[in-house]
C-alpha cells in the first residue's frame, strides 16, 4: 500500500538528470576509505536538534567527483520518527511509502527475522524507535575516522541533551576486501545510467540479443525517471528530488559454523561445496563461468567477473540454482524471462565488514563479535530490497526449490535448512545451521542536499 494520490506531489517530468551537487555521496560510486563509523543520534528537541543538524551541513559529502579522495567523508539519513522528531510537518510525514512508515522491526515476520534474528533479541537502539538520524562517517584510516568521529561529538556535546548517540558500529576492510566467510565481496553493483562511471560487463541488466545495458537512474534516486519510463513514487517535497532510501541492517556472520559444517561431508571439498553455496569461488570467480575452480585471469579482470549468464545453465550444474547470489541477483534465470522480472528488484550495496577475523583454522566460536554491516540503497524498499529478502532469500518458490532458503543469509529453524547442489551426483546438503544472525536494522530516508538544507532550518 502507497500513500494517498491526493497527497503526493506533482511530478516534475521535465527535470530526470542527477545533480551531483544536489546528491550526498557514496550511491552513484561507493568509498573507497577503509575505516567507517555509524552513529544513531536521537533527537530529544527539534529546535536544538535542527540547529545541530545545520552545523553539520558544510561537512556533508555530496556525490561530485573528486580530484584526490578525502581523508573522511560524512553522510545523514533519517528514520521516519527522526523527520517526526525534527519537526516535519504530519501531512508531509503522510506522503511517505508506509514500508518507510513502519520501519524495519515491523516487518520482521515479512523479512524472516525470527528466532535470534527477532527485534525482541536486536541490540539496543535498534528497531526501538529511538534511532533518528544515521550519521555515516568513512575514514582513509583509522586515524583519519578518528578525527572525523571527534569532530561529530564536538557538535553533539555542543547541543547538550537535545542529540544523544543510542547505537553506534565501527567498520573496517578486510584484507584482499573479502568477508568473514572469506569471499570476495561487493563484487557486482548495478550501473546506473547517467552516473558518468564507465558500466562494466554484467553490471547492468541482460539484453536479449547479448551485451549489457544500465540501470535508469530512478531505480535509486528519486526524481530520475525509472526502468518503465516514469516516476517512482515519491515524498512531498522537498524530499521528492535527489533523495533515496537506505536499509541498514547488522548482520553477526558465524565462520566458525560455516567451517564446521562444511568439514561434516567426508570425501567432499569444503571449498568446492563453501563455493556451490554462494554461486562464486572465494576469489569472486562465478561458477558459472569456471564450474571446476577458481579462475584468477576471470577472478582480477572487471570486464569479466561479472559477465555471466544463467540462461545457459537452467537445471543449475554449474551453478545450483539455490546458491546465495543466484538468489540475490536472478540476472537471466529460468522463469525471469530474460532478466526482465529481476531489473526492477536492483539495490546498490554499500556493506563493510566489522570485526576481526576468526583466525585460520578455528572452529569453535571465540565469543568475537564481527560481520557485516549490510546497507543499500533503492527508490522502494518494499519492490526493491523486501522483494529480494522475502521472496528470494527467504522463499525457494521462484527458483522451484520448495521451502529452502538461502543456504548463507537465509534463517533456518532448529538447524533444518537444506539445499540441494545439482550435478551428476546430487549432493543434498541437510541441517543447515544458521551462519548469520540479524543483531539490528533500520529504514532510513537520504535526502538531497537541498531537503537536508530545509530540514536545517529554524522551525
Known amino acids: 500500500m502507497r500513500a494517498r494520490p491526493d497527497l503526493l506531489p506533482r511530478r516534475q517530468r521535465s ?22 563509523a555509524y552513529v544513531f543520534v536521537r533527537v530529544a528537541d527539534a529546535v536544538l536538534g535542527r540547529a545541530w543538524l545545520h552545523g553539520l551541513m558544510p561537512g556533508v559529502t555530496s ?22 522528531a ?43 524507535g529511538d534511532a533518528h538520524v544515521l550519521v555515516s562517517l568513512y575514514g582513509i584510516d583509522d586515524a583519519a575516522l578518528e578525527r572525523a568521529r571527534a569532530r561529530l561529538q564536538e557538535s553533539l556535546d555542543a547541543a547538550g541533551g537535545a542529540v544523544e548517540v543510542v547505537h553506534e558500529q565501527r567498520s573496517k576492510v578486510l584484507p584482499e576486501g573479502h568477508d568473514h566467510f572469506g569471499f570476495k565481496d561487493g563484487i557486482a553493483q548495478p550501473a546506473i545510467e547517467g552516473s558518468g562511471a564507465e558500466p ?52 553477526r556472520m558465524h565462520p566458525e559454523r560455516l567451517r564446521t559444517y562444511l568439514g561434516s561431508f567426508p570425501g567432499e571439498d569444503p571449498a568446492r561445496l563453501a563455493a556451490k553455496m554462494v554461486g ?10 569456471s564450474p571446476h575452480g577458481p579462475d584468477p ?37 529460468d522463469g525471469f524471462f530474460g532478466g526482465k522480472l529481476s531489473d526492477r528488484h536492483r539495490i546498490i550495496r554499500r556493506g563493510r565488514a566489522y570485526g576481526p577475523p576468526l583466525p585460520d583454522g578455528a572452529v569453535e566460536d571465540d565469543g568475537v563479535d564481527r560481520g557485516l554491516i549490510f546497507k543499500c540503497y533503492q527508490a522502494d524498499i518494499e519492490r526493491q ?5 522475502s ?20 534463517y533456518h529453524q532448529n538447524g533444518g535448512g537444506r539445499m540441494v547442489v545439482q550435478g551428476s551426483r546430487p549432493v543434498v546438503l541437510g541441517r543447515l545451521p544458521n551462519f548469520v544472525t540479524v543483531r539490528g536494522g533500520e529504514y532510513l530516508v537520504r535526502p538531497g542536499l537541498r531537503a537536508l538544507r530545509w530540514l536545517a532550518a529554524p522551525m
Not at 15 to 36: A, F, K, P, W
Not at 392 to 410: E, H, K, L, N, S
Request: net charge negative; hydrophobic share 35%.
Open 15 to 36: 527535470r530526470t538528470g542527477i545533480d551531483v551537487e544536489d546528491l550526498q555521496g557514496n550511491l552513484l560510486r561507493g568509498y573507497t576509505h577503509e575505516s567507517g
Open 63 to 84: 556525490a561530485e567527483p573528486w580530484d584526490e579522495m578525502p581523508p573522511d567523508t560524512l553522510n545523514l539519513a533519517f528514520t521516519f520518527a527522526g523527520l517526526a
Open 86 to 128: 525534527l519537526g516535519v510537518p504530519a501531512p508531509m510525514l503522510a506522503t511517505f511509502p508506509e514500508d518507510f512508515r513502519d520501519g524495519m522491526a515491523a516487518r520482521a515476520d515479512l523479512l524472516g527475522d525470527r528466532g535470534d534474528s527477532a527485534p525482541s533479541r536486536w541490540e539496543p537502539g535498534l528497531g526501538t
Open 200 to 251: 562494466r560487463p554484467g553490471d547492468g541488466l541482460p539484453n536479449e540479443g547479448g551485451g549489457w545495458r544500465s540501470l535508469a537512474a530512478g531505480e535509486f534516486v528519486l526524481g530520475c525517471r525509472d526502468q518503465d519510463g516514469g516516476f517512482p513514487i515519491a515524498p512531498a517535497p522537498p524530499f521528492d528530488r535527489h533523495s533515496t532510501f537506505v536499509v541498514y541492517r547488522k548482520m
Open 280 to 289: 562464486r569461488w572465494q576469489d569472486g570467480t562465478p561458477l558459472v563461468a
Open 297 to 333: 585471469a576471470i577472478a582480477g579482470d572487471p570486464q569479466r567477473v561479472n559477465d555471466f549468464r544463467y540462461c545457459d545453465d537452467p537445471a543449475g550444474m554449474a551453478c545450483p540454482v539455490g546458491a546465495h547470489v543466484r538468489r540475490a541477483n536472478p540476472r537471466d534465470h
Open 385 to 389: 530490497f523486501e522483494v529480494i529478502q
Open 391 to 410: 521472496r528470494w532469500v527467504d522463499d525457494g518458490d521462484p527458483f522451484g526449490v520448495g521451502d529452502d532458503r538461502d543456504p548463507i543469509i537465509g
